[in-house]
């Protein structure tokens, strides 16, 4: 009998008078989702609207430094016009970028190239670095191949009885470099063998003290042979 008498629920121990509000209907709460969703979309779009925006800016100001100035000893494609001056083509963007600010700094010394990287910025040199490494990479028919058979040893096992270290250690078995480590694979030989002579008569200062070491263990017969077998890589 007791229990005829107890008062609803709502009412019990101080419970709230007022009425619980009822759920959304389901299709308003898909209508709320549906919006979310788009907002989010157009968000998202908006974002990558502005990167492609930038990456397009980014491009066409690589295109015109290059035609401007580049494309003389560097080649439109990177192939360079002479085997004294480097092939860029697939190079790593960020070592591109780095050996340009150096060159601008005065760490890395060029009569040739410190006049024409003056008026670029850090962006320029970003934007070159990505314009370069996205050009395709070419097999080059190496010119002696004998002495790059020799060249192929060192630069796989070095040379242990001078205690030169093997250039595969650093750059790869390919020779394709890292980021902060340059790309060698179809390098011009003279360019290479120029750069390992810079590198042993401390003219070359701006990259790490390994190479000087490594340099100055080579004799001009092994710097032609590993310059040669690395121009023929790819």
Known sequence: MTALHEPPPSRQRGGDDRAAPAPAPAHSRLRLALALLALAAAASASGAGAAGAAGNAAAARADEIVS???FVCHGADGESS?????????????????????????????????PMVDDLAGADFTALGAYFAAKPVHAHAVEDPE????GRYIFNRGNPFSG???????????GHGTETLPRLAGQHALYTENQLKQFNKRERTNDNAVMHAIASKLTELEMKAVAAYISGLK
């Open 68 to 70: 401007g100035k580049c």
């Open 164 to 174: 030169v270290a093997a250039c595969s250690t650093c750059h790869g078995a390919a």
């Open 147 to 150: 002495l790059a058979g020799m």
């Open 82 to 114: 002479s085997p004294i001056f480097p092939r860029l083509a697939g190079q790593h963007s960020a070592y591109i970028a780095r050996q340009l600010a150096d060159y601008k700094s005065g760490r890395r010394k060029s009569t040739t190239m410190q």
